[in-house]
């Protein structure tokens, strides 16, 4: 198998997170990015192999896979390793719509702060007003995971899952970024913890933390 691979690309994060998790081997092909190009131009490769461009691109023998979500969804379906989905549609549901709702629903929050913390401010000055309105929006998801994950080690029943995969990865950038829970959410504090000692989680936080630091200082 083989990852077309954004070195701070969360979306990519989730998916090697995925193959760590199921033990799976695989050629890790990163394509370049900087602070001011962001990914321009697009590596050739991933421009021949995927519509928009974009990263991760997975690409398993003859079958082709663009999209975090729809990779995920491919390792677990073509793959043996630990599984990440539970057992049974309810159970699948539930962590496909996490998985979902991290993607569409926090990761904008996040990209907020990215965008006004991360990444060169523009020529016009940094946007406080929207700096503040993700922090806001990111403060009530925090609010509806401290309830979720109330009595709950992970977010679904039985084991680790995709959905905790979603989550922590956009909520662990977050918190590195600042804007980590408030400490009334203990519930969601110990879930970051337990994800955070995870080999997977730990390890890929750790290396984009020395990546960013890096292009930072260069
Ligand atoms: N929905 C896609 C989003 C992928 C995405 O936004 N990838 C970014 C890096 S994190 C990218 O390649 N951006 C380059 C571009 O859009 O030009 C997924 O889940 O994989």
């Known amino acids: 198998m083989k990852l077309y ?10 998916v090697r997170i ?9 050629e890790r092909v990163e394509v370049d ?24 691109v997975l690409v398993d023998g003859d ?12 390792l677990e379906e073509a793959h043996a390793g630990t599984p990440l989905l539970p057992e049974g549609a309810a159970g699948r549901a539930r962590a496909r719509q996490f998985e979902a709702w991290a993607d569409e629903i926090v990761f904008p929050a996040v990209w907020g702060v990215i965008e006004e913390t991360f990444y060169p401010a523009a020529p016009e000055g940094r946007d406080a007003a929207r700096l503040e309105a993700a922090q806001a929006r990111l403060a009530q998801h925090h609010a509806t995971l401290e309830k979720e994950l109330a009595g709950r080690t992970w977010l679904c029943d039985g084991a680790f899952s995709i959905a905790d995969i979603g989550v922590m990865v956009f909520l662990g950038a977050a918190a590195s970024m600042g804007v980590p829970p408030s400490q009334e959410h203990v519930h969601l504090a110990a879930w970051m913890q337990r ?16 990546f960013s630091q890096a292009a930072l200082a260069g």
């Not at 995925?18 to 695989?26: C, N, Q, V």
């Not at 997977?200 to 933390?209: L, N, R, T, V, Y």
Request: aromatic share 8%.
């Open 18 to 26: 995925a193959l760590a998790e199921k033990g799976l081997a695989y």
């Open 33 to 56: 990015w900087n602070s001011r190009d962001r990914y321009l131009p697009h590596h050739l490769e991933v421009a021949a192999l995927n519509p928009k461009g974009q990263v991760p």
């Open 195 to 210: 994800c955070g000692e995870r080999a997977s989680i730990q390890d890929e936080f750790a290396e984009m933390a020395a």
């Open 5 to 14: 691979s954004g070195p701070l690309s969360l979306f990519t994060a989730k």
């Open 63 to 74: 079958v082709v896979v663009c999209d975090s979500t729809l990779i995920l969804i491919h």
